[in-house]
């Protein structure tokens, strides 16, 4: 028992440094009644000390919705969100501590999520970044890794998103795009080389912010495959994820 | 006498280089914040008052080395080790890539035939990626002794993802729990156990594989 406490007590003190190191913090001054600072950055951790009416507080770090704050006697502990937007700066002013609310959503310029689904028959995992040029069009990057009974692949895509009703919670998009992909028949079954071919797309989706900073996405595409042969292959693709925005 | 006049001469030649010196710094300290009758004299705080949440350091990113053993079903056990970026969203889930590799032991029919050999060297090679969402189930604190609390976090944790193994590739749902330890506000522990399951045609019949996995880490959030 005492050798897990020193060693865990070791790698504490080993990692403890760099905390000293004196910086200089943004400063909020107690609203209300008091502030509660807990253990922990998260609801259910214990208040294990309050700061004052008027007493000045330097904001460390922040993780998620919690703030690491500092009291002028040296203690450290977690406030909320919802307490840090009841402070006020050392001028007096209120602070802005906001939440990603719905408004952020409709708003948002970056957004990265992850789709897993069918194309053709397959599965697939599609990974996406994107960038909102407007509030109504964006544009995406997407990887996708397909797993098929004779062959695997991987797409790569740039895709043009039109959203026509950015505020609404369950918001519908049209989507147009372009890529390659990479086919990679499996040895043992099909006497095929590797090939990659151009791909179009055109879909539809919908989007439904859920809270905070997640995003739920279904989609559907249609590809098409232009491939060397002069028949093109047709695709339907479906899928569904999550994704958070930022 | 002639020694009196050179400590005189030494004494105004360094005072005025020091006032010239000074007047330099105050110069420049004007340069840096011009100084203007017309502005308020509020000014200089009004910086100060805009506190931007932007401002304030995020550590949302947790990255995490790991190793530990990985069972591959009909092939045994051997070490595993990769590492692992999360992203946490909220105070409950997190997202987490995570990539790993391992290797194939022999199958009990290999063993026993000697020789027969299914999987050449290089097949016998595992790497896996995914990505899942995690959500921190229970929450709490630790106590070692009497005087130290640490906090920490029991997830579960699920996802998606490829299996490179014996020169294909499969899709892979992987399901788990693990353990968060926080040493300080910035390093945990973990202890993580994953199932890795994927549909595997080597051994003849298609058949559900489940691959499981016992890993300790460490990570750091930034």
Not at chain 1, 56 to 65: A, L, M, Q, S
Not at chain 2, 31 to 54: C, M
Not at chain 2, 125 to 142: D, F, H, R
Not at chain 2, 193 to 202: E, N, V
């Amino acid at each position: 028992m005492w050798r897990l406490t020193v060693v865990l007590l070791l790698l504490q003190c080993l990692f403890t440094a760099r905390v000293q190191a004196d910086e200089v913090y943004y400063r909020v001054v107690v609203a209300e009644a008091y502030m509660e600072m807990h253990s922990g950055a998260g609801r259910g951790y214990p208040v294990f000390h309050v700061v004052d009416r008027g007493d000045e507080v330097e904001v460390i770090k922040r993780r998620t919705d919690w703030f690491l704050v500092r009291t002028s006697r040296g203690k450290e502990g977690w406030v909320s969100r919802h307490e840090m937007q009841l402070t006020l700066t050392p001028g007096g002013e209120k602070t802005m501590f906001a939440d990603a609310a719905i408004g952020d959503f409709s708003r948002r310029r970056w957004e990265a999520g992850v789709l897993a689904g069918d194309f053709d028959g397959a599965d697939m995992i599609t990974v996406y970044g994107a960038y909102a040029m407007t509030q109504n069009f964006s544009a995406e990057l997407s990887v996708s890794q397909v797993f098929g009974d004779f062959s695997d692949a991987i797409v790569g895509r740039i895709s043009l998103l039109a959203q026509p009703f950015p505020e609404w919670r369950l918001s519908p998009f049209f989507s147009l795009g372009g890529g390659l992909i990479y086919t990679d028949p499996n040895v043992t079954l099909v006497e095929e080389s590797d090939r990659t071919d151009q791909i179009a797309s055109a879909g539809a989706g919908i989007r439904m912010y859920l809270t905070r900073r997640f995003i739920l996405r279904a989609e559907y595409k249609n590809n098409v495959i232009f491939q060397d042969k002069n028949d093109n292959q047709e695709i339907d693709e479906w899928k569904a994820g999550f994704a958070f925005f930022f | 006498m002639e020694s009196r006049l050179r400590i005189f001469l030494l004494k105004s030649v360094s005072l005025l280089i020091l006032t010239g010196l000074f007047s330099g710094c105050s110069l420049l300290r004007v340069d840096d914040a011009p100084y203007d009758d017309s502005e308020p004299v509020i000014q200089p705080t009004l910086e100060r008052r805009t506190v931007s949440e932007a401002d304030i350091d995020s550590e949302d990113f947790e990255a995490t080395v790991f190793a530990g053993v990985m069972s591959i079903e009909d092939f045994g056990s051997n070490v595993v080790y990769g590492a692992r970026l999360a992203y946490h969203i909220t105070e409950d889930f997190f997202t987490e890539a995570s990539v790993g590799r391992t290797e194939a032991d022999e199958t009990s029919f290999e063993t026993l035939s000697g020789g027969a050999q299914i999987l050449s060297d290089s097949q016998r090679e595992l790497t896996y990626y995914n990505i899942s969402l995690g959500y921190n189930l229970l929450p709490g604190e630790a106590f070692i002794g009497k005087g130290h609390a640490y906090n920490s976090a029991l997830y579960v944790i699920a996802g998606v993802g490829n299996t490179e193994f014996a020169d294909d590739s499969h899709f892979t749902i992987n399901v788990g729990a693990g353990y968060r330890f926080l040493l300080t506000d910035w390093v945990a522990l973990h202890v993580d156990f994953r199932d890795h399951i994927f549909d595997s045609d080597l051994l003849g019949n298609d058949k559900t594989t489940h691959n499981l996995e016992a890993t300790g880490g460490i990570s750091l959030f930034f």
